[in-house]
Protein backbone atom coordinates (compact mmCIF):
# COMPACT_ATOMS: atom_id res chain seq x y z
CA UNK A 1 0.00 0.00 0.00
CA UNK A 2 1.54 3.22 -0.55
CA UNK A 3 0.76 6.54 0.33
CA UNK A 4 -1.00 7.71 -2.50
CA UNK A 5 -3.92 4.57 -1.37
CA UNK A 6 -3.60 5.12 2.29
CA UNK A 7 -4.58 8.52 1.90
CA UNK A 8 -7.99 7.54 -0.38
CA UNK A 9 -8.50 4.84 2.66
CA UNK A 10 -8.08 7.69 5.75
CA UNK A 11 -9.16 10.91 4.04
CA UNK A 12 -12.89 10.13 3.97
CA UNK A 13 -13.18 9.79 7.82
CA UNK A 14 -12.40 13.37 8.73
CA UNK A 15 -15.60 14.31 6.54
CA UNK A 16 -17.79 11.57 7.98
CA UNK A 17 -16.39 12.56 11.58
CA UNK A 18 -17.39 16.22 11.05
CA UNK A 19 -20.98 15.73 9.39
CA UNK A 20 -21.91 13.15 12.16
CA UNK A 21 -20.24 14.79 15.01
CA UNK A 22 -22.17 17.94 14.01
CA UNK A 23 -25.50 16.29 14.02
CA UNK A 24 -24.83 13.73 16.89
CA UNK A 25 -24.16 17.33 18.91
CA UNK A 26 -27.32 18.95 17.65
CA UNK A 27 -29.50 16.16 18.93
CA UNK A 28 -27.59 15.37 22.28
CA UNK A 29 -27.63 19.52 22.95
CA UNK A 30 -31.93 19.40 22.00
CA UNK A 31 -32.22 16.43 23.90
CA UNK A 32 -29.81 17.29 27.19
CA UNK A 33 -27.78 14.57 26.65
CA UNK A 34 -24.90 13.95 27.65
CA UNK A 35 -24.26 10.74 26.33
CA UNK A 36 -24.50 11.87 22.75
CA UNK A 37 -22.97 15.04 23.53
CA UNK A 38 -19.78 13.20 24.85
CA UNK A 39 -20.48 10.65 21.71
CA UNK A 40 -19.95 13.90 19.12
CA UNK A 41 -16.60 15.04 21.13
CA UNK A 42 -15.17 11.48 20.73
CA UNK A 43 -16.08 11.43 16.74
CA UNK A 44 -14.27 15.34 16.59
CA UNK A 45 -11.21 13.78 17.95
CA UNK A 46 -10.87 10.26 16.14
CA UNK A 47 -11.77 12.87 13.13
CA UNK A 48 -8.99 14.64 14.04
CA UNK A 49 -6.52 11.78 14.26
CA UNK A 50 -7.57 10.27 10.92
CA UNK A 51 -6.91 14.12 9.65
CA UNK A 52 -3.65 14.19 10.98
CA UNK A 53 -3.32 11.01 8.66
CA UNK A 54 -4.53 12.57 6.24
CA UNK A 55 -1.88 15.02 5.94
CA UNK A 56 1.05 12.82 6.82
CA UNK A 57 0.00 10.78 3.36
CA UNK A 58 -0.71 13.47 1.18
CA UNK A 59 2.74 14.99 -0.21
CA UNK A 60 3.43 11.27 -1.01
CA UNK A 61 0.12 10.96 -2.88
CA UNK A 62 0.90 14.05 -4.72
CA UNK A 63 4.35 12.94 -5.35
CA UNK A 64 2.54 9.84 -6.83
CA UNK A 65 0.18 11.55 -9.11
CA UNK A 66 1.32 15.49 -9.82
CA UNK A 67 3.05 14.29 -12.94
CA UNK A 68 0.05 12.80 -14.54
CA UNK A 69 -2.11 13.32 -17.29
CA UNK A 70 -5.21 15.80 -16.47
CA UNK A 71 -4.05 16.15 -12.92
CA UNK A 72 -2.66 19.54 -12.80
CA UNK A 73 -0.51 20.70 -10.33
CA UNK A 74 -2.61 23.44 -9.28
CA UNK A 75 -5.37 21.85 -8.23
CA UNK A 76 -3.25 19.48 -6.16
CA UNK A 77 -2.24 22.90 -3.95
CA UNK A 78 -6.01 24.49 -4.00
CA UNK A 79 -6.66 20.81 -2.32
CA UNK A 80 -3.36 21.11 -0.17
CA UNK A 81 -4.46 24.76 0.57
CA UNK A 82 -8.08 23.69 2.07
CA UNK A 83 -6.25 20.42 3.85
CA UNK A 84 -4.03 22.36 5.88
CA UNK A 85 -6.87 24.77 7.40
CA UNK A 86 -8.96 21.91 8.04
CA UNK A 87 -6.47 19.94 9.95
CA UNK A 88 -6.02 23.51 11.61
CA UNK A 89 -9.74 23.31 12.61
CA UNK A 90 -9.88 19.71 13.50
CA UNK A 91 -7.03 20.07 15.71
CA UNK A 92 -8.74 23.24 17.84
CA UNK A 93 -12.46 21.34 17.24
CA UNK A 94 -10.38 17.89 18.90
CA UNK A 95 -8.57 19.86 21.63
CA UNK A 96 -12.08 21.87 22.75
CA UNK A 97 -13.67 18.21 22.98
CA UNK A 98 -11.21 17.16 24.84
CA UNK A 99 -11.87 19.99 27.23
CA UNK A 100 -15.66 19.61 26.65
CA UNK A 101 -15.33 15.81 27.68
CA UNK A 102 -13.58 16.00 31.04
CA UNK A 103 -15.71 19.30 31.90
CA UNK A 104 -18.57 17.30 30.95
CA UNK A 105 -17.34 14.26 33.42
CA UNK A 106 -16.77 17.13 36.09
CA UNK A 107 -20.25 18.14 35.67
CA UNK A 108 -19.28 21.31 35.11
CA UNK A 109 -21.32 24.34 34.49
CA UNK A 110 -18.97 25.67 31.61
CA UNK A 111 -19.81 22.65 29.52
CA UNK A 112 -22.87 24.18 27.38
CA UNK A 113 -20.49 26.86 26.65
CA UNK A 114 -17.97 24.72 25.54
CA UNK A 115 -20.09 22.63 23.52
CA UNK A 116 -21.63 25.47 21.68
CA UNK A 117 -18.43 26.70 20.97
CA UNK A 118 -17.50 23.46 19.83
CA UNK A 119 -20.79 23.15 17.49
CA UNK A 120 -19.81 26.69 15.70
CA UNK A 121 -16.68 25.47 14.71
CA UNK A 122 -17.96 22.11 13.38
CA UNK A 123 -20.50 24.57 11.61
CA UNK A 124 -17.70 25.97 9.86
CA UNK A 125 -15.84 22.76 9.49
CA UNK A 126 -19.16 21.48 7.64
CA UNK A 127 -18.35 24.05 4.74
CA UNK A 128 -14.81 23.11 4.68
CA UNK A 129 -14.73 19.41 4.52
CA UNK A 130 -16.78 20.37 1.30
CA UNK A 131 -14.60 22.62 -0.27
CA UNK A 132 -11.74 19.68 0.86
CA UNK A 133 -13.89 16.70 0.25
CA UNK A 134 -14.68 18.36 -3.81
CA UNK A 135 -11.06 19.20 -4.39
CA UNK A 136 -9.64 16.34 -3.42
CA UNK A 137 -12.38 14.45 -5.75
CA UNK A 138 -11.24 16.82 -8.71
CA UNK A 139 -7.72 15.80 -9.08
CA UNK A 140 -8.69 12.16 -10.01
CA UNK A 141 -12.67 12.59 -10.97
CA UNK A 142 -12.02 15.47 -13.86
CA UNK A 143 -15.90 14.90 -14.49
CA UNK A 144 -16.93 16.64 -11.37
CA UNK A 145 -14.85 19.86 -12.25
CA UNK A 146 -16.32 23.05 -13.07
CA UNK A 147 -14.80 23.04 -16.35
CA UNK A 148 -15.53 19.28 -16.94
CA UNK A 149 -16.08 18.10 -20.73
CA UNK A 150 -19.50 16.73 -21.50
CA UNK A 151 -20.65 14.75 -24.12
CA UNK A 152 -23.06 16.27 -26.94
CA UNK A 153 -24.18 13.91 -29.70
CA UNK A 154 -21.44 11.90 -29.75
CA UNK A 155 -18.92 15.06 -29.09
CA UNK A 156 -16.74 16.28 -26.08
CA UNK A 157 -18.00 19.52 -25.88
CA UNK A 158 -16.37 22.05 -23.33
CA UNK A 159 -19.43 22.59 -20.15
CA UNK A 160 -19.90 26.34 -19.87
CA UNK A 161 -20.39 28.45 -16.74
CA UNK A 162 -23.68 30.88 -17.54
CA UNK A 163 -24.07 33.65 -15.92
CA UNK A 164 -27.57 34.90 -15.09
Avoid at 4 to 20: C, D, E, K, S, W
Avoid at 52 to 67: C, F, H, K
Wanted: glycine share 10%.
Amino acid sequence: MNDAHLHMVVNHFPIIGIVFGFGILIVGLILKNKTLINTSFVLFIVAAVFGAISMATGEGAEELVEDMPNIGKQIIHEHEELAEKLAVLLYVLAGLSLAGLYLNFKNNAKTKLVSFLILGIATAGLFLVQKVGTSGGEIRHTEIRANANTMVNGSVKQSEEHED
